[in-house]
C-alpha cells in the first residue's frame, strides 16, 4: 500500500487499486450565502474541475474515487446547486475512472439526506465508512467498531477541515493542510476540504471535536502548495 499527496488529494493504491481521496466538498455553499444575502459569484465548481484536471493529468485514470463525506453543504433540504452540482461531479469522475470504476461517498454529518443524488450515479455507492486492504475510509464524526480491526492500518478522514496559520513576523496566512499522526497503532490522515472559499480550521486555535482523543498538538503538518505540491512543516505544536 501506498499514499501519495497530491494538492488537496490522496492517491491511494491499494491491492492493485488506485484510488483517489478527495475531502469535503460542500457543494451548495454559495447558494447558502447568497440565501443569507451574502453575493459570492458562483465558481467553486468550475475552480474544483480545475483542480482535479490538474491532478488527473499527473495520475492518469484511476480505479475508484473516495469522497470523504460532506458532499453536500445544507443539513435538512437538498438546494438546487448541491442537486446539479453533485451530478457534474459524478458524469465528470465516471469519465476519469476505468470501465469497471466506482464512486464510494462516506456520508458526513451534512449529507443526511444525499441518498435521493447518490441514487442519480450510475457507479456511486453510499457507505458509512468504506475499508479496502488495510485501509479504511471515513468522515471523521462517528466511530465505527470494525474500523478498529487490527488488519486495518490507515484510517483516512475528512471532517475537521485541517489548516494552519504562518506568521512571517510581520502577516499571518493560514493554509490548508494535511495532518498525519498515530493513534492505537494506526496511521491517521486527515484531509483538507476541497473548498476553496474557507481555508479551515487551526486545531491550535478552535477545538475540534472528534470520537477519538487524538493528540493533534504531535501530528505532522503537510501544507498544500503550489502545483499540487505538499510541504512538510515538522509537528504542529513545533510551528
Known amino acids: 500500500m501506498t499514499i501519495k499527496y497530491l494538492g488537496k488529494c490522496l492517491l491511494v493504491e491499494e491491492k492493485g487499486k488506485k484510488i483517489i481521496v478527495i475531502g469535503d466538498l460542500h457543494f451548495g455553499f454559495e447558494e447558502s450565502l447568497n440565501k443569507a444575502g451574502v ?12 483542480e482535479l484536471d490538474r491532478v488527473f493529468a499527473k495520475i492518469g485514470g484511476v480505479d475508484e474515487v473516495v469522497l470523504l463525506g460532506d458532499v453536500k453543504h445544507e443539513f435538512g433540504e437538498i438546494m438546487r446547486q448541491e442537486w446539479k452540482d453533485t451530478i457534474d461531479l459524478f458524469e465528470y469522475l465516471e469519465g476519469k475512472m476505468k470501465k469497471e470504476g466506482k464512486i464510494t461517498i462516506v456520508k458526513g454529518n451534512h449529507d443526511a439526506i444525499l441518498e435521493p443524488i447518490a441514487n442519480e450515479g450510475k ?16 468522515h471523521g464524526h462517528r466511530d465505527f467498531e470494525e474500523i478498529h480491526n487490527k488488519e486495518f492500518k490507515v484510517w483516512v478522514m475528512g471532517h475537521v477541515h485541517p489548516a494552519v496559520k504562518i506568521s512571517d513576523g510581520v502577516k499571518i496566512e493560514k493554509y490548508k493542510c494535511f495532518l498525519t499522526g498515530k493513534f492505537e497503532g494506526k496511521k491517521i490522515i486527515i484531509v483538507p476540504s476541497f473548498l476553496d472559499y474557507s481555508e479551515g ?20 503538518v503537510k501544507i498544500i502548495g503550489e502545483n499540487l505540491e505538499v510541504l512538510d512543516f515538522g509537528k504542529l505544536e513545533e510551528i
Open 123 to 138: 457507479k456511486v455507492e453510499l457507505r458509512d465508512y468504506y475499508c479496502v486492504g488495510e485501509t479504511c475510509f471515513l
Open 201 to 220: 480550521t487551526d486545531p491550535r486555535e478552535n477545538y475540534v471535536e472528534l470520537p477519538w482523543k487524538f493528540a493533534l498538538e504531535r501530528f505532522d
Open 39 to 50: 453575493f459570492v459569484s458562483r465558481k467553486m465548481f468550475e475552480e474544483m474541475i480545475e
